[in-house]
């Protein structure tokens, strides 16, 4: 596969470990943002590989991981609700509420739909008059277009059944808190490559001016992120801190711009709550008023969400804010596994917690649960 | 949110600002992918698709000088070792 | 209406039309009628025919295999098959594997009412055409119309006898060091195309089940002879559901090297774009098969000769216990741990 194949391929990734080592003459500690990345430095074992050179902190960046329990209970209770049909990517339907997942909610009745993408959800409302479809909209920078531009097709298409429940999150403002917090560990940043392709650049040199941390743009496949390194701890040791891109072949400095108009068009950012993290300040994106009709907080009368406390046993908040390696939980693997979490990060395969669980090693049999699938 | 997988533009089926939608190959398998955030990339051209729609355009041209750069290093690596 | 026209309206049953009622099930004459005019049109064979409550099987020399399944796949018709073909060929394939030649099975109609006739038809033929290239019989079977919604239109469930022709292969218990591992096909077709249709995920061309027999791959290692230590149908939770139950029964680790897999390009595009992993997939025509050191080449380039096995390939080797029951060496050349399989597996956008 082009532009995939090049990237994983294990000489490139061999000299590029070999550098990063010549290079460092300490342990520096990066922390990559997003959760794909942390899937791949797992998955791929670069982690491992550089054990003692760079110490790698899981960031927040699982946008099923931090969505609100609250969230998650209301599009739990549309689907529940008559003549409602929930959608949203198959990522979240088995991440927990306050009580129980949209999976167990579709067990007891509860109409929902995985879809591939929110577009396809429009399709279905389009097909389906006499339905209320809704959109359960989770993600970054990355995936916002996407939800976005479904509004735009519904309003054009004319449809009253379409609307979007969102919970669409910030990267930037998140990485800002992170560096804001008195046990900051984070000497520099490997910035989440997809998420810039629609955000950019440049707007990360205000931040990493006024922190000194190094931000380096940075893609997931192997290669990339050995590339993301070791221009991050190539500015460590000569003692830079600037706003760097290595994923060049996908991201502009000004990010894509027909991107930005759509969303712009479409949401305002606002004070958001992140699973396990608090109220980040413009940490979020919500409808403008102008198009609240396709909003199913309005349709639907959300009731004021009332701010749910975490299970005391789960450490995600720590994990999240990258305090944390998930094995330090007490909960980890015990208590708090992929078939019974306890947190978010546990269960979507890009949360650290579920990361580590997959690729970490481990001892002694665990439980099995198999659905039936294709019989 | 991260799954992002290049695909290469088989043929433009619309170009409509709002419902613009192009045949994007990936591997052994087509699939029709919104467009409205990539209105100038071509037929033949690699975008990137994320949840149904192409977010950026790849540039081949960035793509071959990083790995003729690493293919360099490479080399470079290989002769140390020999 | 009047009471003459209640009195004149027509009594027969058969004007429900072109679908299965409840009354169907319910032992009377509809039932008579669907066994004789769509059952046994289709499947009917002398056995099968006598209607028997039980079918008179001739005598066999030697020892039997016996397996049962159920089948529940949604939607009942996808590229490459439908749950006819599925029903046949997953239950022979479980007899197949433990070195039996398959004979006779049964089949067991558990119908939604209101589905149509043409499509319990359409199935009864899959079945037929199933059985013929398995050269198994339909020797004994039952039917069942449950009330809306109680089954998803059609579940079957079936069992199969077959006379067991050498003996069985010893089993995951006696994998030793060194042991290569062969899968007799590309991974992951066949959950690929369900979830693909099921879904409609609008891929072009639809991606195809591997829904197939595995008695000729079978058949071609035990004519030449070839030791085998374990052999497996790879069906739900894919190859490394397989290769995880076996690392449970011996002290060993299982390592496989990815690049070594194989995979079509189909399947790598549709697992690339929805994030998920071959080995993890369901296939309905492929098995892991473990040989002693040295055999795999060997092995492999016999099954190749069949067009079901036409890209077989070694994908590893057993090795002695390590920090995972099986491990994949991935893109840097180290072993990473391969979890094992939870739950169906969902398309991810993260």
Not at chain 1, 60 to 65: A, D, M, N, T
Not at chain 2, 16 to 44: L, S
Not at chain 3, 309 to 327: C, D, F, L, Y
């Amino acid at each position: 596969m082009k532009y995939v194949d090049e990237y994983r391929d294990p000489r490139l990734a061999r000299s590029l470990l070999h550098e990063i080592r010549q290079t460092a003459t300490q342990c520096w500690v990066l922390m990559e943002v997003c959760g794909g990345q942390t899937h791949g430095l797992l998955k791929s074992g670069i982690i491992q590989e550089l054990e003692g050179v760079v110490e790698l902190i899981h960031g927040p960046g699982c946008p099923v991981c931090v969505t609100p329990a609250e969230a998650i209970d209301f599009a739990q209770e549309l689907a529940l609700r008559p003549g409602v049909l929930l959608t949203t990517f198959g990522d979240m339907l088995r991440v927990p509420g306050s009580r129980e997942s949209l999976l167990t909610v579709r067990a007891r009745g509860g109409n929902v739909r995985l879809v591939y993408s929110p577009l396809d959800a429009v399709e279905l409302a389009r097909q389906n008059p006499s339905q209320q479809v809704v959109f359960f909209a989770v993600g970054f920078e990355t995936t916002a277009p996407a939800t976005a531009l479904s509004v735009l097709q519904a309003a054009q298409l004319g449809l009253d059944n379409f609307s979007l429940l969102v919970a669409h999150v910030r990267v930037q403002p998140a990485m800002e808190a992170i560096l804001q917090s008195a046990e900051c560990r984070v000497q520099g940043f490997l910035a989440a490559g997809h998420v810039c392709t629609i955000s950019g650049v440049t707007s990360y040199e205000e931040l990493s001016a006024r922190y000194g941390v190094p931000i380096v743009v940075t893609g997931f496949e192997p290669v990339d992120l050995l590339l993301g390194i070791q221009d991050c701890v190539a500015q460590l040791e000569s003692g830079t801190a600037s706003v760097s891109n290595q994923y060049q072949r996908n991201v502009r400095d000004a990010g894509n711009r027909h991107a930005m108009h759509i969303m712009s068009d479409v949401y305002a950012t606002a004070d958001r709550p992140w699973r396990g993290l608090g109220t980040i300040p413009s940490g979020g994106l919500v409808l403008r008023p102008e198009w609240r009709q396709f909003d199913a907080e309005y349709r639907f009368q959300r009731p004021t969400p009332t701010l749910l406390i975490e299970c005391a046993d789960c450490r995600s908040g720590d994990v999240l804010a990258g305090r944390i390696k998930p094995p330090a939980c007490e909960s980890f693997g015990t208590r708090c596994t992929p078939e019974s979490p306890l947190g978010a990060p546990m269960v979507s395969s890009e949360g650290a917690c579920a990361a580590y669980y997959r690729h970490a090693p481990k001892s002694g049999p665990h439980a099995v649960s198999i659905t039936n699938t294709g019989r | 949110m991260c799954l992002a997988v290049p695909g290469k533009i088989v043929r433009w089926l619309d170009h409509d600002p709002t419902f613009g939608r192009a045949e994007v190959e990936f591997a052994g398998i087509r699939r029709i992918c919104h467009m409205a955030c990539v209105p100038d990339a071509a037929e033949g051209d690699y975008v990137l698709v994320h949840a149904g729609i192409a977010i950026t355009q790849i540039d081949a041209v960035e793509a071959q000088r990083v790995l003729e750069d690493l293919a360099i290093l490479n080399d470079v690596d290989e002769e140390h070792a020999l | 209406m009047t009471a003459a026209g209640n009195q004149y309206s027509c009594p027969i049953p058969e004007a429900a039309g072109e679908r299965v009622t409840l009354a169907h099930g319910e032992g009377g004459r509809l039932t008579r009628k669907l066994i004789a005019e769509h059952l046994l049109p289709a499947l009917g064979n002398q056995i099968l025919s006598s209607l028997g409550d039980a079918a008179a099987l001739p005598n066999v020399a030697g020892p039997l295999a016996f397996t049962t399944d159920s089948f529940v796949v949604s939607p009942l018709f996808f590229p490459g098959g439908d749950i006819g073909t599925l029903a046949v060929y997953g239950t022979i394939n479980d007899l197949a594997v433990s070195g039996a030649r398959p004979r006779w099975i049964s089949l067991s109609l558990i119908i939604e009412e209101g589905l149509p006739l043409a499509v319990l038809d359409r199935i009864l033929q899959s079945i037929a055409m199933a059985a013929k290239v398995a050269q198994v019989e339909v020797v004994t079977g039952d039917t069942k119309v449950v009330p809306q919604g109680a089954v998803d239109k059609l579940f079957i469930n079936t069992a199969g006898i077959g006379e067991i022709v050498a003996p069985a292969p010893p089993g995951p218990a006696s994998l030793e060091v060194g042991d290569e591992l062969i899968v007799t096909g590309p991974l992951g077709r066949h959950g690929i195309a369900i979830l693909a249709s099921r879904e409609n995920m609008g891929f072009e061309p639809p991606p195809h089940s591997d829904c197939a027999p595995l008695t000729p791959a079978v058949s071609i290692l035990r004519e030449a002879k070839y030791p085998i230590r374990a052999m497996r149908d790879a069906t739900r939770g894919g190859v490394a559901a397989v290769l995880h139950e076996w690392a449970s029964q011996a002290p060993v680790t299982m390592q496989i090297d990815e690049a070594m897999l194989p995979v079509t390009a189909e399947v790598r595009g549709v697992c690339e774009l929805l994030g998920l992993d071959p080995l993890h997939i369901a296939n309905e025509g492929v098995m892991v098969i473990a040989v002693p050191a040295g055999w795999g080449r060997q092995v492999v380039s016999l099954l190749r000769t069949l067009e079901v096995a036409a890209q077989a390939a070694v994908i590893g080797q057993v090795i002695s216990q390590k920090i995972a029951p099986v491990v994949v060496r991935r893109a840097l050349g180290t072993d990473q741990p391969l979890d094992e399989p939870l739950g169906a597996p969902l398309p991810r956008i993260c």
